[in-house]
């Protein structure tokens, strides 16, 4: 599977997150599976995203788009860091 980690830092995360539940259509379109927030421990505005889908081409295209460029300017997303990484094991211990 492959995934995308999202790093960055935001003006304020409820209207960060309110973005994200809103763009749930765009990201299924995009066929991302699953997604996981993170905050940074004490630092509720710097946020990690992390998302598994069908594939980086999907999910680059999502990304790069105008649209979701313009959701990022608007829910106060500053300087995100894709990484693209390929899943190669996963458990519970």
């Given at each position: 599977?492959?995934c995308?980690?999202i790093i ?8 960060w997150?309110r973005?994200l ?7 299924k ?6 997604y ?6 004490g ?12 594939s980086h081409a999907?999910a680059k295209?999502?990304?790069e788009?105008k649209?979701v460029?313009r959701?990022r ?6 300087r995100?860091?894709f990484?693209y990484l390929?899943?190669?094991?996963s458990?519970v211990l």
């Open positions: 599977m492959d995308v980690l960055h830092e935001v003006e304020g995360y409820s209207q997150k973005g539940d809103n763009a749930t259509a765009l990201r379109d995009a066929e991302a599976l699953e996981q927030v993170l905050q940074y421990a630092e509720s505005n710097r946020v990690v995203h992390f998302s598994k889908g069908e999907k295209l999502f990304f788009s649209d460029q959701i300017d608007e829910i106060g997303v500053k995100p860091e990484i390929t899943e190669t094991e458990g």
